[in-house]
């Protein structure tokens, strides 16, 4: 099994070499650029993003949705009470990083973790499927419970709870933005010279450099 590992090798060789001297100055023109070509050429979940946050100084990842892309960052929805979401209440630094396979493509991503308003909560959550917003109040996310059966259990007494009603948003659950002040773009190289062109927001200003593969 260790060979198999061992001689697991893939050459990049789908994209030319970015030039960073003709890349945007805006490192968020870059990505809207990437993730509209993303939109279009990965099968699923090209907005799937691995959310790293900190606990007692353990690095934690989990794969989450980017929902909504602004001027202002990236924002991902939760129940407030996840260990996501208290893991940035005591350390609001995190890292979301976009991995693409097929098309040879990584961005990562470092900021502080803030929490939307309230209206923009409201907005996404009344778009959700019914049975969707139904998941949001019957979980309590990443509490231990006994069994499966518990949830389905919680999901019955909440339809009844909603019956002829409208299915409003819990208060523990919404969105959290990450507002960046990094970006690391990755495209896959021949021979293993890839491209990592970063982008550092320095009093105010992205400064655009090239890092060694």
Do not use: C
């Amino acid at each position: 099994m260790t060979d198999n590992i061992f001689n697991q090798r893939v050459d990049y060789t789908k994209n030319d070499y970015l030039d960073e001297n003709k890349l945007p100055s805006d490192p968020f023109e870059l990505f809207r650029g990437w993730y509209e070509f993303a939109l279009k050429n990965v099968e699923k979940d090209p907005n799937a993003m691995i959310l790293s946050t900190v606990n007692n100084n353990q690095p934690r990842a989990r794969v989450v949705l980017l929902k909504k892309l602004d001027e202002r960052g990236f924002t991902y929805f939760t129940n407030y009470n996840s260990s996501k979401s208290q893991e940035t209440n005591k350390n609001e630094n995190a890292s979301i990083t976009f991995y693409w396979r097929d098309l040879e493509r990584q961005i990562r991503i470092e900021g502080k973790v803030e929490k939307i308003s309230d209206q923009e909560s409201d907005e996404y959550f009344m778009s959700r499927p019914v049975g969707s917003r139904i998941g949001a109040w019957a979980s309590p996310q990443s509490k231990e419970i006994k069994s499966r059966k518990e949830i389905e259990q919680a999901v019955e007494q909440i339809k009844k709870k909603f019956q002829n009603k409208e299915v409003t948003r819990p208060k523990n659950w919404g969105g959290l933005r990450l507002v960046p002040k990094y970006f690391e773009f990755w495209q896959g190289a021949s021979s293993r010279l890839h491209d990592r062109i970063i982008y550092e927001l320095i009093e105010e200003e992205w400064i655009k450099k090239r890092l060694a593969p």
